[in-house]
C-alpha cells in the first residue's frame, strides 16, 4: 500500500494497539486529534446531513438497519435521505449506548430505522430536501445501475465463445448477518483460484435464510451457507422436503475450509498406474467355450483375476482392458505368482500372439485438494 512509518522517514502515522488488551488506544485517539489538527479537519453542525454507513443489517423486528457516521450536518428525526440504492424516511435513531436520539452531529455513530431497503457497507449517505427528491434520485441511481449491468451482460454475450473457460463451478449462496460479514465473506471465496473450478456466488444478501433461497439452492444446485443466521419455519420445512442441506457458521475460516473442500470434490482425480506383474504369451489354445486363451509365463510379480491388463506387442499397446479369466491345469484361480504358467483370457480381446507381454496394473485414484 506504500505506507511509510514517520519513524522510517514517511508521512504516515504508526499507533501500535491492542484492543483486548486495551493499549495504546488513548495514544491512538490523541494522534487521530493531533493528525485532524494539523490537516485542519473540520465539520459544520448545522445544514442537511451527510455520512457513510459503516455496516447493515436486517433486523427481524426492526426491518433494514444501517449504522451511520456523520461526517457533515445535523441529522434529524423525520429527515428524508438517500443512502446508496435506497431511501427513506428517519424513523428512529439509536445511539451506542442504545438511547434513542432526535439529533445526531458529525463525527457520532447511530443506527437509522426507515430505510426502504438495505444498504452496502460504505454507501454514500446524505439527506435530501423531499420525499420525491429522494425517490427521484434513488430510481435515478438504480436505472443507472441497472443499465451498466446490462451491458456487461451483452459484452460478455458477444465475447462468449472467444473467452470460454472450461472450468467446473460451484454455485454458492451465502446468507449473512451484516453486510460486512457478507462483503468479508465474498472477498475470501473470490480469492480462491485454481485452473479446473472456480467458486460461483450466485447470491450474497443479508437477513434470515427464507423460501426463495432454498427453492434457488435446489434449481442452482448451489451450496446454501448461513452466516450467524438461521433460516425461518418455512425454509427449514422446504430444506427437509427439498432434501437441500443448509450449513451454518459463525467462523469465517470454518465457512472457507467448507468451500474448499467442495471445489476439491469437483477436482478430476490424478489417476496412478500401480503395475502389479507381467506374463510372457508362449503358446495359444482355442477353448469351444471360451475362444482363444493364451497360454503364459509369468515373468514378473504377479497376474490377479479381474484386474486391468494391456497387451504390449513390440513395444506397442495393441490393447488396453480386463483380465477375464486365469486358469492353472483347468482350475480357475484367483492370481499366480512368478515363476509359474498358466491360462489367461482377456475381455473382448482374442487376437493373442506369442511372446506378446500381458501386463497387469491398478489404477489408484488420488485425491486431489485446492
Known sequence: YELIAEDLSGDTLFVEVSATKKENLDKLKECILLQSEILDLKASDTGPASGVVIESKIDKGKGPVSTILISNGLLKRGDYFVCGNTWGKIRAMINHDGNIINEAKPATPVEILGMNGSAFAGAEFFVTDSENKAKEISDFRKENIEGRNNALKTKDKTTLFENKEDKEELNIILKSDVQGSSEALKMAINKIKHEEVKANIILSDIGMINETDVSLAKASNALLIGFNVKPNREAKKLAEEQNIEIRYYN???????FIEKGLSGLLEPDIKENIIGSAEIQKIFKVSNTGKIAGSKVTDGEIKNKAKARIIRDGVVVYSGEILSIFREKNQ???????LECGISLKDFIDFKEKDIIEA????????KI
Open 333 to 339: 484361480v484367483k492370481e499366480v505368482k512368478a515363476g
Open 251 to 257: 467462523i469465517i475460516y470454518e465457512a472457507l475450509e
Open 361 to 368: 496394473f491398478e489404477a489408484i485414484k488420488i485425491e486431489r
